[in-house]
């Protein structure tokens, strides 16, 4: 007759050591024990980091969302009149560090709201490309058409030079503050000339081209005549277009002086003394003092941050993190 097993529910380790028999059984039992404790201790631990990970993430979602809607300015809650301001900071280009499409978006936005009794377009920035400058300089007069009752001032802090002045002269009115820099009204092209340098080394610069001037400018070939008048046409032509525009915007208020359009640079009280701006005052004080309404809202909208998020806090929080926080020579105005 074979001997009857009783069926087992689950696999008891404590018996399966002390069942073998046999020397050292106790000793078995007890590693057997103490490899099962590390191993619930390492479970438990896995658990509790990825607990502390989820809530740290949740945090840092909120966290960013409220302090992108505060810049935003779309926790404001309060109402009745108020000056907006939309900003207009950095390198002006398509790929520069002011988000030219935004102060477009924020203007418009703040232009219709009745509740705003005056716009602040708060520019800091040693200008860039007068490409982009332009287009943003025809974008703010073509608001201020739509708007005709409606007031869109220009404030500079730091600097407002170059391409930021082309900008800031489609205001209706201009404010600095007395040691701002402002104007610099000019266009420049840089490069640089190896040909001595290849010389000395020894070096032979090989160039092939379809095209007797394209390979215009090249740093490591003489720079010719021809060519560097034509170059100094184009640059003229841009500066008389820079030119224009300033005084389109600015009208009579600007002073008869040469040196406005020699590309000097100003201070905001010198700038006041040749009409390139019309007061010195920060943001707070043309509020207060010209809008008529002291609290200032920022409205330059910052979706960069939202949509980054909406993006990737759900594939993994840490990485999302990350990234937010990791956050030829052309002429320049």
């Known amino acids: 007759m074979s001997e009857r097993k009783e069926p087992t529910l689950g696999r008891d380790p404590w018996r399966e050591v002390t069942s073998a028999g046999g020397a050292g059984w106790e000793r078995r039992a007890l590693e057997r024990l103490l490899m099962e404790g590390l191993r619930e201790q390492r479970r438990a631990r896995r658990w509790a980091y990825a607990f502390r990970f989820l809530v740290l993430a949740y945090v840092v979602a909120v966290t960013a969302l409220l302090v992108a809607a505060a810049g935003a300015g779309v926790l404001e809650v309060a109402g009745g009149p108020y000056t907006a301001v939309v900003r207009l ?64 001032y220009a404030v500079i802090t730091d600097i407002g030079a170059s391409g930021a002045y082309y900008v800031a002269a489609a205001a209706e009115r201009i404010y600095a503050d007395p040691a701002s820099l402002v104007g610099s009204i000019g266009v420049r092209m840089d490069g640089f000339g190896f040909v001595e340098a290849l010389r000395k080394l020894g070096i032979e610069r090989r160039l092939l081209t379809a095209g007797e001037h394209k390979g215009m400018l090249d740093p490591f070939l003489p720079l010719r005549k021809d060519e560097q008048a034509h170059v100094q046409r184009m640059l003229r032509q841009i500066h008389e277009d820079f030119i224009a525009a300033v005084k389109a915007g600015r009208g009579g208020r600007l002073k008869d002086d040469t040196r406005i359009f020699s590309g000097l640079v100003w201070t905001g009280r010198e700038a006041l003394e040749l009409g390139l701006v019309d007061g010195l005052m920060s943001p707070a004080e043309v509020a207060r003092e010209v809008a008529g309404a002291e609290r200032l809202r920022d409205v330059t909208p910052d979706d960069g941050i939202l949509s980054r998020l909406a993006r990737e806090v759900g594939a993994g929080a840490g990485e999302a993190l990350a990234r937010i926080l990791a956050g030829a020579a052309l002429p320049r105005g």
């Open 89 to 152: 900071e950095g390198v002006i280009s398509e790929d520069g560090g002011a988000d030219l499409q935004a102060v477009v978006r924020g203007l418009e936005q703040a232009l219709r709201d009745d509740d705003a009794a005056a716009v602040i377009l708060r520019i800091n920035s040693p200008g860039g490309s007068p490409v982009a400058a332009g287009q943003l300089y025809r974008e703010i007069r073509r608001l201020r058409e739509r708007h005709p009752d409606r007031h869109l």
